[in-house]
């Protein structure tokens, strides 16, 4: 029987109990760290005195209590994880590490040790993660490592590893699962122990220089990355990674043959990247993945035969987000089942020999952010349901084939970056409706037909970085809003009918960087034509990020500059044009521009080509032009310049920049005298002086030539027709009867 005494005590002994449950379940805030053993501390003080920590990163291993990037177990106060992820330091690996036998985590990635490791690595027996990348390490493959048998997790890429891969790679842990190398400078053949390893998950090797064929693994990979290697021979059908493998990149390699339709039976495939070999042949009717498939790669390489009419399942319900069939050899038309990839992001069809049109169901494609259909023989015109197709960040159908205007429904594209439809037949002017596209930064519609006066609908594309209307039939006054686009690159009206005088005005001061006084990249200039200096140079590059998200980047080339030159422009150059110190190229020959050449000129920097030729250009030739060091290029020919040519000023770096010009000559060092023009070489084309003189004659010659040549062609032709003949020996014949 309980006494009442006891019942009173009763509570007060079930808050004790409670109490104790629960400071046994949950952790004390205030409880001390676990002390670090004394042996472990020793040995990482004197790896840390051999290291350079700029940002005083590790300056927390001073004080007992607090230790950056380290665990330590509870139970026996040894060290079991090291992690010193970028943390600036760099020096060597002091042989110290070794002395930590508790260590399972062992990360010093992106930082710059450099060195070789140490051989007492293989005292490192528990060692799980070890992790060395992106750093400066250097030497054979570390074979202390090959005692590391419980190895999980291996990464010593983005170092400078060289020499051949171990041969007990493969098998050395059984528990390896994943593996990368990639990054380095590794060569011979993979391994034959990592094509019979089964532990293996995750195997990268990419950016080294391995050789030989690609076999079959036995391991059911779920990535396998053998990019940018020497790789040769035929691709294998990873039989054992049927179920498993997600991710295959062989890009960058010598593969050859045909692509196998065993391929598409990897049913769990998200990317697959086989761009950059000489793979070729038509592509199997029977080469359809399944639905999971993302990115699909098969550009720069031979294929040939008609695209694909299915790559996936069920296209509908895909989630195929980037196709690229660029630079290979396909034929026949664009299939309409493209437009049912309804999820697509991105497609590359540029450089292939297809035909017939733009499929007009394109604007079903309502998340396609890039499209480029460049560089095939496409006819039609654009389809104006393309207008669907609102997320457009770039829009690539040059070097085609294609007729018809610009419709005005572009506007719709709100979101466009690029427009390139250079080298077509397009015809009409530029929409005003245009102006709707804001976000406009390259524009190519160069070397089509199209006319009228520039649209004020240029002025909106305030992003504007390259413009290309050269080679049209445009015409009438150079607005005066031409050069008001501060991120301007390029400029380039070449080849019109442009007439009036070049505007003036404080709008040359607008460029950031036409005056950006800096020194641009290197480039020979010599070895291009005055034709492509500025043709658009621009490189895009998509990448799918892990929430099917597209990253959308693109380098533009082409050199800084502005051409206006073969038109019919007259009058004096603006000073303001010769003082964008930014200026690469300048081009305004072929005009009727007159006046003296501004002094100002011998302060743009950046002018690495300056063509004034064909023009009506007078006075003296200034002589700090000489003084622009990184000047290649200058032709000043056919003008009416005059003075003597200093020899000391290193004009003869531009052979045949002065000829025709009769006025110059070049200087003499006798008597402070004259050449004249002996010493200046000449170029083909007619002087000022002589033009008159030698047209005529030439005239009366042709004239000549010409009466001579159609007298002969009128007795032939009479003498090899029946009727005439008839007709003489007809006359002949009653002349003889008389």
């Given at each position: 029987?309980?006494?009442?005494?006891?019942?009173?005590?009763?509570?007060?002994?079930?808050?004790?109990?409670?109490?104790?449950?629960?400071?046994?379940?949950?952790?004390?805030?205030?409880?001390?760290?676990?002390?670090?053993?004394?042996?472990?501390?020793?040995?990482?003080?004197?790896?840390?005195?051999?290291?350079?920590?700029?940002?005083?990163?590790?300056?927390?291993?001073?004080?007992?209590?607090?230790?950056?990037?380290?665990?330590?177990?509870?139970?026996?106060?040894?060290?079991?994880?090291?992690?010193?992820?970028?943390?600036?330091?760099?020096?060597?690996?002091?042989?110290?590490?070794?002395?930590?036998?508790?260590?399972?985590?062992?990360?010093?990635?992106?930082?710059?040790?450099?060195?070789?490791?140490?051989?007492?690595?293989?005292?490192?027996?528990?060692?799980?993660?070890?992790?060395?990348?992106?750093?400066?390490?250097?030497?054979?493959?570390?074979?202390?490592?090959?005692?590391?048998?419980?190895?999980?997790?291996?990464?010593?890429?983005?170092?400078?590893?060289?020499?051949?891969?171990?041969?007990?790679?493969?098998?050395?842990?059984?528990?390896?699962?994943?593996?990368?190398?990639?990054?380095?400078?590794?060569?011979?053949?993979?391994?034959?122990?990592?094509?019979?390893?089964?532990?293996?998950?995750?195997?990268?090797?990419?950016?080294?220089?391995?050789?030989?064929?690609?076999?079959?693994?036995?391991?059911?990979?779920?990535?396998?990355?053998?990019?940018?290697?020497?790789?040769?021979?035929?691709?294998?059908?990873?039989?054992?990674?049927?179920?498993?493998?997600?991710?295959?990149?062989?890009?960058?390699?010598?593969?050859?043959?045909?692509i196998p339709s065993c391929i598409?039976?990897?049913?769990?495939?998200?990317?697959?990247?086989?761009?950059?070999?000489?793979?070729?042949?038509?592509?199997?009717?029977?080469?359809?993945?399944?639905?999971?498939?993302?990115?699909?790669?098969?550009?720069?390489?031979?294929?040939?035969?008609?695209?694909?009419?299915?790559?996936?399942?069920?296209?509908?319900?895909?989630?195929?987000?980037?196709?690229?069939?660029?630079?290979?050899?396909?034929?026949?038309?664009i299939p309409t089942s493209v437009?049912?990839?309804?999820?697509?992001?991105?497609?590359?069809?540029?450089?292939?020999?297809?035909?017939?049109?733009?499929?007009?169901?394109?604007?079903?494609?309502?998340?396609?952010?890039?499209?480029?259909?460049?560089?095939?023989?496409?006819?039609?015109?654009?389809?104006?349901?393309?207008?669907?197709?609102?997320?457009?960040?770039?829009?690539?159908?040059?070097?085609?084939?294609?007729?018809?205007?610009?419709?005005?429904?572009?506007?719709?594209?709100?979101?466009?970056?690029?427009?390139?439809?250079?080298?077509?037949?397009?015809?009409?002017?530029?929409?005003?409706?245009?102006?709707?596209?804001?976000?406009?930064?390259?524009?190519?519609?160069?070397?089509?037909?199209?006319?009228?006066?520039?649209?004020?609908?240029?002025?909106?594309?305030?992003?504007?970085?390259?413009?290309?209307?050269?080679?049209?039939?445009?015409?009438?006054?150079?607005?005066?809003?031409?050069?008001?686009?501060?991120?301007?690159?390029?400029?380039?009206?070449?080849?019109?009918?442009?007439?009036?005088?070049?505007?003036?005005?404080?709008?040359?001061?607008?460029?950031?960087?036409?005056?950006?006084?800096?020194?641009?990249?290197?480039?020979?200039?010599?070895?291009?034509?005055?034709?492509?200096?500025?043709?658009?140079?621009?490189?895009?590059?998509?990448?799918?990020?892990?929430?099917?998200?597209?990253?959308?980047?693109?380098?533009?080339?082409?050199?800084?500059?502005?051409?206006?030159?073969?038109?019919?422009?007259?009058?004096?150059?603006?000073?303001?044009?010769?003082?964008?110190?930014?200026?690469?190229?300048?081009?305004?020959?072929?005009?009727?521009?007159?006046?003296?050449?501004?002094?100002?000129?011998?302060?743009?920097?950046?002018?690495?080509?300056?063509?004034?030729?064909?023009?009506?250009?007078?006075?003296?030739?200034?002589?700090?032009?000489?003084g622009l060091g990184n000047l290649?290029?200058?032709?000043?020919?056919?003008?009416?310049?005059?003075?003597?040519?200093?020899?000391?000023?290193?004009?003869?770096?531009?052979?045949?920049?002065?000829?025709?010009?009769?006025?110059?000559?070049?200087?003499?060092?006798?008597?402070?005298?004259?050449?004249?023009?002996?010493?200046?070489?000449?170029?083909?084309?007619?002087?000022?002086?002589?033009?008159?003189?030698?047209?005529?004659?030439?005239?009366?010659?042709?004239?000549?030539?010409?009466?001579?040549?159609?007298?002969?062609?009128?007795?032939?032709?009479?003498?090899?027709?029946?009727?005439?003949?008839?007709?003489?020996?007809?006359?002949?014949?009653?002349?003889?009867?008389?």
């Amino acid at each position: 029987m309980i006494s009442s005494n006891s019942l009173q005590l009763l509570p007060a002994l079930l808050s004790v109990l409670l109490l104790s449950v629960i400071t046994q379940q949950v952790p004390c805030t205030f409880a001390a760290p676990p002390l670090l053993n004394p042996r472990d501390r020793a040995s990482l003080l004197e790896f840390k005195s051999g290291l350079q920590d700029p940002f005083q990163s590790l300056s927390s291993w001073d004080d007992t209590s607090t230790w950056t990037g380290l665990t330590i177990s509870n139970l026996t106060g040894r060290l079991t994880s090291l992690n010193l992820t970028s943390l600036n330091l760099s020096g060597q690996i002091h042989p110290s590490l070794c002395h930590l036998p508790f260590l399972e985590t062992l990360i010093l990635s992106r930082n710059a040790f450099h060195g070789s490791l140490p051989l007492c690595f293989n005292l490192l027996h528990n060692l799980k993660t070890f992790d060395v990348s992106y750093n400066v390490f250097s030497g054979s493959f570390p074979h202390a490592l090959s005692m590391s048998n419980r190895l999980t997790e291996l990464d010593l890429s983005h170092n400078m590893f060289t020499h051949e891969i171990p041969f007990w790679i493969g098998n050395f842990s059984l528990n390896l699962e994943k593996l990368n190398l990639g990054f380095n400078s590794f060569t011979r053949d993979i391994p034959i122990s990592l094509y019979f390893s089964t532990s293996l998950k995750y195997l990268d090797l990419s950016h080294n220089y391995l050789s030989g064929n690609v076999g079959d693994f036995r391991a059911s990979f779920v990535t396998i990355n053998l990019e940018h290697n020497l790789f040769s021979g035929t691709l294998p059908c990873f039989f054992s990674s049927f179920q498993s493998l997600s991710v295959l990149n062989l890009a960058n390699n010598s593969i050859v043959g045909g692509i196998p339709s065993c391929i598409s039976a990897c049913h769990q495939l998200t990317h697959l990247n086989l761009s950059l070999n000489q793979l070729q042949y038509g592509i199997s009717p029977r080469l359809v993945f399944s639905d999971k498939l993302v990115v699909l790669d098969l550009s720069f390489n031979k294929l040939a035969g008609y695209l694909p009419r299915n790559v996936v399942q069920t296209p509908d319900k895909s989630g195929l987000l980037l196709v690229d069939l660029s630079h290979n050899q396909f034929t026949g038309d664009i299939p309409t089942s493209v437009t049912e990839l309804r999820s697509l992001l991105a497609l590359f069809l540029s450089h292939n020999l297809l035909t017939g049109e733009i499929p007009e169901r394109i604007g079903n494609l309502t998340y396609l952010q890039v499209i480029d259909l460049s560089h095939n023989m496409l006819t039609g015109s654009i389809p104006l349901n393309i207008v669907g197709c609102f997320q457009l960040l770039a829009l690539k159908l040059n070097n085609n084939n294609l007729s018809g205007e610009i419709q005005p429904e572009l506007d719709a594209l709100d979101s466009l970056r690029i427009l390139s439809l250079s080298n077509n037949q397009i015809s009409g002017e530029i929409p005003l409706t245009l102006a709707g596209c804001k976000s406009l930064e390259v524009v190519d519609l160069s070397c089509n037909k199209l006319s009228g006066s520039l649209s004020d609908a240029i002025t909106k594309w305030s992003n504007l970085k390259f413009l290309s209307l050269s080679h049209n039939k445009f015409y009438g006054a150079l607005p005066i809003w031409l050069f008001t686009f501060e991120a301007i690159r390029t400029i380039d009206l070449s080849s019109n009918n442009f007439s009036g005088k070049i505007p003036d005005g404080y709008n040359f001061n607008v460029s950031l960087n036409f005056n950006r006084g800096d020194v641009g990249r290197g480039r020979d200039y010599k070895q291009l034509s005055f034709s492509s200096f500025t043709d658009l140079d621009l490189q895009v590059s998509v990448i799918i990020g892990g929430r099917s998200e597209l990253s959308f980047k693109y380098e533009i080339l082409t050199i800084i500059g502005i051409d206006i030159s073969n038109n019919l422009l007259h009058g004096e150059i603006p000073a303001g044009l010769f003082g964008l110190q930014g200026l690469e190229y300048l081009n305004l020959s072929d005009n009727y521009l007159e006046g003296r050449i501004p002094v100002i000129v011998g302060k743009m920097w950046s002018l690495k080509v300056l063509d004034l030729s064909h023009n009506s250009f007078s006075g003296q030739i200034p002589e700090n032009i000489s003084g622009l060091g990184n000047l290649t290029v200058l032709n000043l020919s056919y003008n009416r310049l005059s003075g003597v040519i200093p020899t000391r000023q290193g004009y003869w770096r531009f052979p045949g920049a002065f000829a025709g010009n009769p006025g110059l000559c070049l200087e003499s060092s006798v008597n402070d005298g004259c050449k004249g023009q002996e010493g200046l070489p000449k170029l083909r084309g007619n002087t000022f002086s002589d033009e008159n003189e030698s047209s005529s004659f030439i005239s009366v010659w042709v004239f000549c030539v010409s009466a001579l040549v159609s007298f002969y062609v009128g007795v032939v032709a009479l003498c090899c027709s029946a009727r005439t003949r008839n007709y003489i020996m007809q006359t002949k014949c009653n002349r003889n009867s008389f």
